[in-house]
């Protein structure tokens, strides 16, 4: 399934690849999956979220709200220069973030384009019931599903499996 999915997505060529979705959705799990199914055994060097900022070596999460925009603007730095020193490559570069809103991911988007790599974003679901690892309360998370559902009826479609 992963090499039918990545084949489709970019057979051979460049692409940046933002998955999207709510807290506890799986957004870290299939960049993970897609990565290493892209990329071998470099796999780690080709995955990017907004939370990698508030991790610290020793793998604890430190979230500030104050400091999203540092977060963003970090992962899009990191994003850019994975993009520039990648090109050529047939690689996939993965961000996961929960992309709510079309100027959360549209940053990415121009990156790609500047330097010429495909961009796609698809959003998953959490049909499976799975929480998320680093306690959101219900209630941010249910906004995050309404702001997504409504981000998905502005760009024409209705599932959770993609908007380009």
Not at 30 to 45: D, E, K, Q
Request: with cysteine.
């Amino acid at each position: 399934m992963l090499s039918s999915l990545v084949n489709n997505l970019s057979p051979n060529r460049d692409l940046l690849l933002c998955v999207g979705g709510t807290s506890g959705s799986g957004k870290t799990t299939l960049a993970h999956l897609l990565s290493y199914y892209a990329n071998g055994p470099l796999w780690r060097h080709f995955i990017f979220a907004a939370d990698d900022y508030f991790t610290s070596e020793d793998g604890k999460y430190n979230f500030d709200p104050t400091k999203l925009p540092e977060a963003h603007a970090d992962c899009q730095a990191r994003v850019n220069e994975s993009l520039l020193g990648n090109t050529g490559t047939g690689s996939i570069v993965v961000v996961h973030n929960t992309f709510t809103e079309e100027d959360h991911y549209a940053p990415y988007k121009a990156i790609a384009e500047k330097h010429g790599w495909i961009f796609n974003i698809v959003w998953v679901g959490n049909h499976h019931g799975s929480k998320d690892v680093h306690d959101v309360p219900a209630v941010a998370i249910e906004r995050q599903s309404k702001a997504i559902g409504d981000l998905l009826l502005k760009l024409g479609t209705s599932s959770l499996d993609g908007g380009k």
